[in-house]
């Protein structure tokens, strides 16, 4: 509802606290336009602009009433005759008429909506009939104003103009009274109020400058006076009297602006809040905390001030370039992003970067929603084109999908349902090197846009703990719960299984163990290095580790057996499992019983980047763990690299990962069943698995048969159809000898390598890039994955290059000792003196110095 009054100003410096109410009139001359552009600019003040009958309407006036108009005033009040020669530059809507009799609205044929001023001598009758039932706003002009002529037009939904010098923000009692001539601003404004209330106050809205509630309080004649005459929160308490809000608490609150609502049955204050809060219970709003931006601004403002260094937050406000950087990355992948989630997402970083740059400024919400506002306002609207460096930009970028799409669409091969279910084929005797290289490429993994989803999911689990594990489960997992962690003992009703089962851990536990324990370094590696020097050597266990077990397309108990049992062997003091709940909310029960066994001390209900989020950091209930093992998906592979790439975490991890994969070299000795059954076990893991059948040897009759095995034994399989989806992107390469082969095979360095060859054991020298490796007939993948004793979390993407699969040294680390005698500072002091100088590190010369001094030795 438009403000029951509209003071007139003479001048923009002339502003006062009148306009506290919101709306203030000021008028234009020949050189006050900037200064009214300032003004319209205030988010807390709505601004009209009042056009002399005597200025001469030409370009230059006309140009100034756009510019105003642009930059946020909200209409202009002219005469008949200005309108009609500056209508075809500036929208009707935005005019007020000023007309000197009733008579000429009609005279004009204005329409039912147009704004219109007059005279307060016109007739009140006339004056309401004008309004239409509140369609058209209507202002009256007031030579000296009285408080019963305002109190008559206000009531009647008229708008009064007054000159500021005629309007006090004093008040009095007497309600016949004016106040050394002048009209009390309050004066104005109660006629458009109503209540209901015995008490006759009035309910009061209080909102901040974001239009978030606060609270809900009630206003009097006296109140409201008090708020307008100083400035802030004033407000009626119904059993304490006059409550200037802060006064005892320090939670004051700067009055910005004063609205009604449409039936003015309910006042709104519109405040700058400061200390703690407006509610009682020391929180901002009454209503329950922010949400939103609000929310975002009030943490950024916070944290602007009180960031500890090392923060990510005090590291944008620091450091311009990242900012900025941050910025454009955000707005760049906004832009790629096409899913309403994606969309959803990217937006939401991109506002925290945007606004943390405005925080960083000074710039509020309340300056940007003003400046939205002042941007609807405008009468002249540019063209919109981009700037040309970004328009060629994105059509640089969309032919260059458009080739790549069309470049997949070539290559990319489906296997339909009713096609035989059989592996690309390539004779790399007769193939180009670039053909036989596509064959060994592992899929491009996004690893930037996977860590753009991740990231806010650990940081919203390091700042939220156990409330953003659960609520992220939730999301996630489609579970409730109401304790993120299964804690020891495990009841054993969790872990109710077979006995065929329970046999079969068994055996799995002991041949791991007994593997592992092999690995065990128990004894202090000693060596005498020179006369008198003497290194030391000696293994200790990471004190608390962290078992990540997958869940997803397959539950994965064996890997609980793989990640839990080296450490039960390495000594470290506490294992933690995490592992996602199915959707009754409990754990895969041979999980349970694993954890039993090892004597793990709890188990995080959750997975993906949440429960990595959680080990690193830890929550109120979750341990922090010094390292996490374990595969998973792109998310928890991205949480595992994230945490280990942040100082504050001091977490380490395993290994980096990517899909599942294993490369089988077969000769034409082979059995073409146990070939199919191996490659197809790695099929089944999911349709980002790579499988390669590198053929040495073999024509092209022999190979048919392995097709022919793959197809038949595909078909009878539950997860045929993920199968399918990963045959049709896997290859058989023939090549002519085993050098060729294994030269392939090194050079893709494959998780699983198995040996289909006569005399397996003899080529083992050859093998210098593998996870694990299954020689001969008779040594399927499967049995390394549960039984055989060696590990199965092993790496992948070629991380087998540089990387050992899960053992027992991944859960300790080694520390060294070293004891020098007099003897052995006699043999290396000239050495160590000699090397600190060159260095120009002379207190570590003179640490030596010292001792071979006292010793005699210099």
Not at 217 to 237: D, F, H, L, N, R
Not at 279 to 298: N, P, T, V
Not at 309 to 333: C, H, N, V
Not at 566 to 576: F, H
């Amino acid at each position: 509802m438009v403000f029951p009054l509209l003071p007139y100003f003479s001048s923009p410096s002339a502003l006062s606290s009148l306009a506290v109410v919101g709306q203030a009139l000021l008028q234009l001359t020949s050189s006050n336009v900037g200064s009214l552009i300032d003004v319209s600019k205030d988010s807390s003040i709505t601004t009209f602009v009042d056009i002399p009958s005597d200025l001469e309407i030409d370009d230059s006036l006309v140009d100034s009433i756009l510019s105003l108009l642009n930059n946020g005033v909200e209409g202009i009040f002219v005469s008949p005759e200005a309108a009609t020669a500056i209508l075809s530059s500036i929208p009707n809507a935005r005019l007020v008429y000023k007309l000197s009799s009733t008579d000429q609205v009609e005279q004009l044929g204005l329409s039912q909506t147009t704004s219109i001023s007059l005279p307060s001598s016109q007739p009140l009758g006339s004056l309401k009939s004008l309004t239409n039932g509140g369609k058209r706003q209507v202002y009256s002009t007031y030579e000296q104003a009285s408080k019963v002529d305002v109190s008559s037009n206000v009531s009647a939904g008229i708008t009064p103009i007054i000159s500021a010098d005629q309007l006090t923000v004093d008040y009095t009692e007497d309600e016949s009274a004016q106040i050394d001539g002048k009209l009390s601003i309050v004066d104005a404004l109660l006629p458009a109020l109503i209540t209901d209330r015995n008490d006759g106050l009035y309910t009061t809205l209080v909102t901040d400058s974001a239009n978030t509630a606060l609270g809900l309080v009630y206003s009097s004649k006296k109140s409201i006076s008090e708020a307008i005459k100083t400035g802030t929160g004033v407000y009626q308490s119904r059993r304490h009297g006059l409550w200037y809000k802060g006064k005892t608490s320090g939670a004051t609150q700067k009055l910005l602006k004063i609205e009604l609502d449409c039936d003015g049955d309910c006042l709104k204050f519109i405040v700058e809040q400061s200390g703690a809060g407006f509610c009682h219970l020391d929180r901002a709003s009454c209503f329950g905390k922010a949400s939103g931006l609000s929310a975002l601004e009030q943490v950024l403002v916070d944290r602007k001030t009180n960031a500890p260094e090392g923060s990510y937050t005090k590291r944008l406000f620091d450091d311009e370039k990242l900012l900025s950087a941050k910025i454009k990355e955000e707005a760049e992948e906004l832009t790629d992003a096409t899913t309403k989630e994606e969309i959803s997402w990217e937006m939401a970083d991109l506002l925290y970067f945007a606004l943390a740059r405005c925080v960083k400024y000074g710039v509020s919400l309340a300056d940007i929603e003003k400046n939205l506002d002042t941007k609807a306002l405008k009468v002249t609207r540019r063209k919109g084109d981009a700037k040309p460096k970004f328009i060629q930009q994105e059509e640089e970028k969309a032919a260059k999908k458009s080739e790549k799409e069309t470049s997949q669409k070539s290559t990319e091969r489906v296997i339909g349902p009713d096609d035989k279910i059989v592996m690309s084929r390539v004779d790399a005797t007769t193939a180009s090197k670039a053909e036989v290289d596509a064959c060994l490429e592992r899929p491009i993994q996004k690893s930037a846009d996977i860590m753009n989803l991740v990231t806010p999911i650990v940081n919203k689990v390091k700042n939220e703990g156990d409330k953003a594990l659960l609520e992220l489960t939730a999301k996630f997992d489609r579970v409730e719960l109401t304790s993120p962690i299964l804690a020891a003992p495990f009841p054993p009703e969790l872990m109710q299984i077979s006995d065929d089962i329970k046999k079969a851990i068994d055996i799995s536990f002991e041949n791991i163990r007994v593997f592992h324990e092999a690995q065990n370094q128990t004894e202090t590696l000693t060596v005498e290095t020179c006369p008198g020097v003497t290194c030391s050597r000696f293994a200790r266990p990471i004190e608390r580790v962290g078992c990540y077990i997958p869940g997803g397309t397959a539950v994965l108990p064996s890997t609980s057996l793989m990640l839990s049992v080296p450490a039960l062997v390495a000594g470290c003091k506490d294992i933690i499992f995490a592992s996602p709940p199915g959707k009754d909310g409990k754990l895969t029960a041979e999980v349970v019983y694993v954890a039993h066994k090892v004597g793990a001390k709890c188990i995080v209900l959750a997975g993906g980047a949440q429960a990595v989020a959680a080990m690193a950091y830890g929550t109120e209930s979750v341990p922090k763990c010094d390292k996490i093992m374990g595969p998973g998906n792109q998310f928890v592979t991205a949480a595992k690299m994230l945490v280990s790439n942040d100082s504050n975490a001091m977490c380490a991890i395993d290994m980096p990962a990517g899909p599942s994969e294993v490369l089988v070299i077969a000769d034409k000795y082979a059995d073409p069943d146990f070939v199919a059954s191996d490659l197809l076990s790695q099929a089944e893991h999911g349709v980002d698995s790579q499988v390669i059948l590198i053929t040495v040897d073999m024509t092209s009759e022999e190979v048919d048969k392995i097709d022919e095995a793959v197809h038949r034994q595909a078909l009878v399989l539950p997860r045929v159809d993920i199968v399918r989806k990963c045959i049709a992107h896997s290859t058989t390469i023939q090549v002519a000898n085993f050098d060729e082969a294994f030269d392939m095979s090194n050079r893709y360095a494959p998780e699983h390598l198995i040996l289909q060859i006569e005399d397996a054991g003899s080529y083992i020298d050859k093998v210098f890039n593998a996870g694990s490796v299954f020689v001969g007939a008779y040594s399927p993948e499967s049995c390394g994955d549960y039984s055989s004793g060696t590990n199965h979390t092993l790496p992948t993407y070629g991380y087998a290059r540089m990387y050992s699969g899960v053992n027992t040294t991944t859960f300790q680390k080694f520390i060294t000792s070293q004891v020098v005698t007099p003897l052995g500072l006699q043999s290396i002091g000239k050495a160590v003196m000699d090397l600190a100088a060159v260095e120009g590190l002379d207190a570590h010369r003179n640490a030596v110095k010292v001792r071979m001094e006292k010793l005699g030795y210099i």
